[in-house]
């Protein structure tokens, strides 16, 4: 079964400064996607970013972007520039790539941004 | 375009009463999801379906737990004899399907959030 490991349940970090987050998985396909999900105090689910795995090049959205290690199961969210708005629950996810299309998501990271 | 809606957001009932939860998913989205989180932890995948076929309840954890999608668009997810242990944001996704091309993204609802006593 596929499983989604995000080690850090907390992370702080100053305004304006950059973070990482980090995610692993345990996949034995080849063919499959990661996403990360933003959930704010309103508890709404946001996606942030989205990487197919056979895609070499690393996404990016606008201060969004992925460090995704295919070899290492690795898949890690940094946020440049950080603001006030981006403080949340960061989920990462896991869908495979061919038929069953549930998501399975990781513990989340809870990401706080100091003033 | 209005994104994807749940009804009622908030729901208190009794234990062993029984509810229905709804989902209005994104006009034209063909597959919807259901997915339980309780609180700091991520959603966990219930079941799903393409249209009206539900194509995957695996998730559901036990016979209590049911869903429908009768007409391919909103869906129903309902749970019998409700206990306390059932209580939990319950959320709806949808996406345009398989052949929209990959990634097919999810895109969720707000949520309903149950409280049995």
């Known amino acids: 079964a596929q499983t989604v490991t995000q080690s850090q349940p907390e992370m702080s970090v100053q305004e304006a400064e950059t973070v990482t987050l980090s995610c692993t998985y345990d996949?034995?396909?080849?063919?499959?996607?990661l996403f990360w999900y933003k959930q704010p105090p309103s508890r709404q689910m946001i996606l942030v970013i989205r990487?197919?795995?056979?895609?070499?090049q690393n996404a990016t959205e606008n201060r969004f972007s992925v460090n995704f290690q295919k070899a290492a199961k690795s898949f890690s969210l940094k946020i440049s520039d950080s603001q006030l708005g981006d403080a949340a629950m960061y989920f990462c996810?896991?869908?495979?790539?061919?038929?069953?299309?549930?998501?399975?998501f990781g513990q989340g990271t809870r990401l706080t941004i100091n003033p | 375009g209005a994104g994807v809606s749940q009804s009622p957001r908030y729901k208190v009932t009794k234990r062993g009463q029984d509810v229905a939860l709804r989902c209005d998913p994104i006009?034209?989205?063909?597959?919807l999801y259901w997915y339980r989180q309780a609180l700091g932890q991520g959603p966990e995948f219930l079941t799903y379906?393409?249209?009206?076929?539900?194509?995957?309840k695996s998730g559901l954890p036990n016979d209590r737990f049911s869903a429908e999608r009768p007409e391919g668009s909103i869906s129903t997810l309902t749970i019998q004899r409700t206990e306390q242990r059932d209580s939990a944001m319950y959320r709806c996704?949808?996406?345009?399907?398989?052949?929209?091309?990959?990634?097919?993204?999810?895109?969720f609802g707000p949520g309903t959030r149950l409280t049995v006593l």
């Open positions: 996704a949808s996406s345009l399907g398989l052949w929209s091309g990959s990634p097919d993204t999810q895109y």
């Open positions: 996949t034995s396909e080849s063919d499959y996607y």
């Open positions: 990487q197919e795995a056979y895609k070499q």
């Open positions: 996810a896991y869908r495979y790539g061919q038929g069953a299309q549930k998501l399975v």
């Open positions: 006009s034209g989205h063909v597959s």
């Open positions: 379906f393409n249209y009206e076929a539900q194509q995957d």
